[in-house]
């Protein structure tokens, strides 16, 4: 007889980015060619002086456990880099290294949340954050922010989403899926309901250097006074130095809560990689150029995505101020047949999509926002190129 799943694993969602990625490779395995445009993850190679670090780090036999929160260097590297960029005081006891920004949203939520808390979360939303939170036996309260206003949350609508039961606020600036960035003021405003509601606010700033020209990315915690131990920050070098698989995130937040999810993390994974640990100390010590000419080209495939998104009748997209995704209001071609098949939703639109011109995104019900599709620019401009052919051809 199977085992029977826990009720609370049961009722989550897979994730639909690494599906619909599961979905693209099979069909390479195939022998198809595949424009995959779902996953958040930058094309480029790590770079190379990363890379050797780790070698270095493994010939010199940091190949052992760390201190279950992370290594002393690496801690202090954070709490530089913030006081650096954004004029932040932090002590390194109050930054909790993980296996990767996911793992430390659920270090976050695991040691704040108890059953039946709730936690306003603005959509479209990173496809974890839901799932996370109900983990915890927490309530995530999504908000449906509108694309008129760039997918931000507005100050009505968190006045509006508060209980007494609310707990947190959890903002992603700049946003997966949108790329919407909040500003300085903006994100002053909710602050201040922020205190006045006695709410911590959880700040995803994992695209904070992924920042495109007129646009401005202010840290969470320097918008007010005294916002330090009310904001827990979540970062890591996945997005900014295309390290996603080497699995380092971390946390910035009040001595407590730190010291709490490092006792946590120890019992849970014990210490991240410690060869990766090393790896992301070099990121973020060493030369920052690569940093920059990762985005030099971002940004030209942001003016391509831009371009051809407006020259396919019926699509648009809100601005995108940071990171590398495009949120497709594809509402104008849902509720018609293409090829016989007939599509009412973004789910089936994006198989279609994938099925019959080999186009991976993902579809927006999966970020709490129906009637839209993310595609990913984090690929080569002939990948974007042959993709968005197949995009028009596909709705016309």
């Known amino acids: 007889m199977p085992p029977t799943i826990s009720r609370i694993v049961q009722a989550l969602e897979p994730s639909a980015t690494m599906a619909m990625a599961a979905k693209a490779k099979e069909l390479k395995a195939s022998g198809k060619t595949v424009f995959d445009l779902s996953l958040g993850e930058p094309d480029f190679t790590t770079p190379q002086h990363i890379c050797q670090a780790a070698l270095e780090a493994m010939e010199a036999g940091h190949t052992h456990y760390t201190v279950p929160s992370g290594i002393p260097e690496l801690k202090k590297a954070i709490v530089d880099q913030y006081r650096e960029l954004y004029g932040l005081e932090y002590d390194p006891s ?30 479209p939303y990173w496809v974890s954050y839901a799932e996370l939170v109900k983990l915890t036996g927490a309530v995530p309260v999504i908000v449906e922010t509108r694309q008129e206003d760039d997918f931000k949350l507005t100050l009505e609508q968190f006045r509006a989403a508060l209980t007494d039961k609310t707990k947190l606020l959890l903002l992603c600036s700049p ?87 490092g006792s946590l993390q120890s019992q849970q994974t014990s210490n991240p990689c410690s060869i990766s640990q090393y790896a992301a100390l070099a990121a973020l010590t060493g030369p920052q150029d690569c940093v920059e000419l990762m985005l030099t080209e971002f940004t030209k495939r942001r003016a391509f995505v831009t371009q051809r998104i407006g020259e396919i009748p019926g699509l648009t997209c809100a601005e995108m101020g940071g990171a590398f995704y495009a949120f497709i209001n594809i509402r104008e071609h849902l509720g018609r047949e ?50 968005f052919e197949r995009i028009e051809q596909f709705v016309a």
């Open 94 to 123: 109050q930054v909790v290294v993980s296996n990767g920004a996911k793992h430390s949203l659920h270090n976050v939520f695991t040691a704040l949340l108890d059953p039946g808390d709730e936690v306003i979360i603005p959509a």
């Open 338 to 387: 293409y090829n016989g098949v007939q599509i009412d939703d973004s789910s089936t639109w994006c198989l279609e999509l994938l099925a019959q011109q080999n186009v991976a995104t993902v579809m927006g019900s999966a970020f709490g926002a129906e009637g839209y599709a993310r595609i990913s620019f984090a690929t080569d401009m002939n990948n974007l190129t042959a993709a």
């Open 175 to 261: 946003s997966n899926p949108t790329g919407s960035m909040y500003s300085p003021e903006e994100l002053g405003q909710l602050a201040d309901l922020a205190i006045e509601s006695d709410l911590l606010v959880v700040a995803d700033e994992i695209y904070d250097r992924l920042v495109y020209p007129g646009h401005t990315f202010a840290s969470f915690a320097t918008v007010r006074p005294d916002l330090g131990d009310r904001t827990v920050i979540v970062n890591g070098v996945s997005k900014t130095y295309a390290m996603t698989g080497w699995r380092i995130g971390w946390t910035l937040s009040a001595a407590n809560l730190a010291k709490a999810m």
